[in-house]
């Protein structure tokens, strides 16, 4: 049946208007699901191979189930995409931001596709050397890095460490100089742009903890240390260390992004100061890190650029804006964490109770909203509660083609709202029981997990050629107990 025929297809009343009334979600899942998910003759969803009843079987739910072939390809796209974009002129490294999701065999697959490492605290770090990055290939972020982190990463022979502040600057310098060692330093710069999804904010002064602004310093009087903006005064205090290296300058200007016109706005900023710097010092600085952020899909309604189209349209900003400043490009480099993640992980869970609620529509009439509760919710992902965030699912242990219902996913918890997906259409046959996927759960889902209501965390599986292998194995009541020591008397 088409979708746009028959009574079911009239958008319900509370349904957003982005959200398609559909009578079969084989269209969600061609765009949402990893690359190597498909469904099985009996219709079961099966995902790099495996055949998700089987791995809820063996791993219990919620569980995190991520590709390994989709994560494998879309860190090439970056890499490959970048490469070509800025041949001959310069060559690229990108970064996984391993806050988005982060395990050794991860970091396994990271090395492979010739990708390097961000991390942005020492657990991080650790992690990232305990799954085989070279140091010199792993950057460290944060915007209050203890000294132990600092020491911590140079004496591991840290590729370089991105300051946020004067203090750090100076920080680094004392404790590398303690260590007799140089260190590897790029400045994170906030450029007054802001980005997110279609839209960007450019502004003279940004409103957060993150970087050193490009405005000159309203808080300071001037006098000859504090003259020019906090930006250029780190530049100024890094290239008077001894043991400072200053490989280059770094911006980060949001999250979920679509349009690559922010990224080129903050690019072009970045390289104005770097020309800047060159007048004023003769150094030509290395290297210029645009940052991650870049947008995946977790609804229908969202559409990404390709990696090829953000690094095209970088690539020419960037070289034309070095060639009116009459310098070379630098070595460039990307973070993107969520971009390559995202989309190769899924969520599984099992549907346990439902609920019709009749809820007031604005024009005064009354509709039912079907609440379909899961065995996971706010604990295994925390988006919906801290961003409002998007999500979409679709029934993975059985194909149902017919009646859809507007329905909402909610959790377990003991919060109203706890909620996974806010708006989808599922069959209305979904009972208990039921397997739900839901899609694009590979960045920041395991990263922001917690207990809450004394849950255990689920097992991260990845799937590759039919086989699975548990990368984070579930966690356990015991073990959450044995972190509680006894009552004193
Ligand atoms: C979070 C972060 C990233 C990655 O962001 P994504 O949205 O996952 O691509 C990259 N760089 C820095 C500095 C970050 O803080």
Redesign the pocket.
């Known amino acids: 049946m088409s979708q746009q025929e028959g009574p079911m297809t009239t958008p319900h009343p509370l349904a957003p208007d982005w959200l398609t009334p559909i009578t079969d979600s084989a269209g969600l899942e061609h765009k949402l699901l990893p690359t190597d998910a498909h469904r099985t003759g009996e219709g079961v969803l099966s995902i790099g191979g495996v055949d998700v009843e089987r791995l809820a079987a063996e791993h219990g739910t919620p569980l995190y189930v991520i590709s390994e072939a989709d994560f494998r390809a879309r860190a090439r796209a970056f890499r490959e995409a970048f490469c070509q974009a800025f041949a001959p002129e310069t060559e690229v490294d990108v970064?996984y931001?391993g806050?988005?999701f982060l395990s050794t065999q991860v970091v396994g697959w990271v090395v492979d596709e010739g990708l390097c490492v961000?991390t942005?605290s020492g657990g991080e770090l650790a992690l990232a050397l305990a799954g085989g990055a070279d140091p010199a290939r792993v950057g460290l972020?944060g915007n209050n890095k203890s000294d132990a982190e600092i020491r911590r990463a140079l004496q591991a022979g840290i590729g370089r460490i991105?300051a946020d502040s004067l203090d750090e600057v100076q920080r680094i310098e004392q404790l590398a100089g303690e260590l007799g060692v140089t260190a590897p330093v790029m400045l994170?710069l906030t450029p007054g742009v802001h980005a997110s999804t279609h839209e960007y904010i450019a502004t003279a002064h940004e409103d957060q903890k993150?970087g050193l602004s490009l405005a000159a310093d309203v808080t300071a009087e001037t006098t000859a240390e504090t003259a020019g903006s906090p930006a250029e005064r780190a530049v100024a205090l890094a290239l008077d260390s001894a043991h400072i290296e200053l490989r280059g300058l770094?911006c980060?200007i949001?999250?979920?992004?679509f349009e690559p016109t922010g990224f080129e706005v903050a690019a072009t900023k970045l390289i104005a100061l770097l020309a800047k710097i060159r007048r004023d010092y003769g150094v030509e600085l290395a290297e210029l890190d645009l940052?991650?952020?870049?947008g995946i899909a977790y609804t229908e309604a969202d559409e990404p650029r390709s990696p090829q189209e953000i690094a095209e349209a970088l690539a020419s900003t960037v070289k034309a804006a070095c060639a009116q400043h009459g310098l070379s490009v630098p070595r460039i480099s990307i973070?993107?964490?969520?971009?390559i993640v995202?989309p190769a992980g899924v969520t599984l869970y099992r549907v346990g109770v439902q609920k019709d609620v009749g809820v007031d529509t604005p024009d005064g009439d009354t509709a039912v909203r079907r609440y379909v509760a899961v065995d996971g919710g706010m604990s295994d992902n925390a988006r919906g509660v801290l961003y409002d965030a998007d999500y979409s699912a679709v029934l993975a242990g059985r194909r149902v083609i017919g009646e859809h219902v507007l329905s909402r996913v909610v959790g377990k918890h003991c919060e109203s709202g706890d909620i996974v997906v806010r708006d989808v259409y599922l069959p209305a046959a979904t009972a208990r029981g039921d397997l739900l996927a839901v899609p694009a759960t590979g960045?920041?889902c395991h990263s922001l997990s917690s207990n809450y209501n004394w849950l255990p965390r689920p097992a991260v599986v990845s799937v590759s050629d039919g086989v699975a292998h548990t990368m984070i194995r579930r966690e356990t009541e015991d073990e959450m107990l044995s972190r509680d020591t006894g009552w004193a008397r």
Do not use: L, N, V
């Open positions: 970064f931001a806050k988005s961000d942005a972020h991105i994170r993150f770094h980060h949001g999250s979920q992004i940052g991650g952020g870049h973070e993107p964490g969520r971009a995202g960045a920041y």
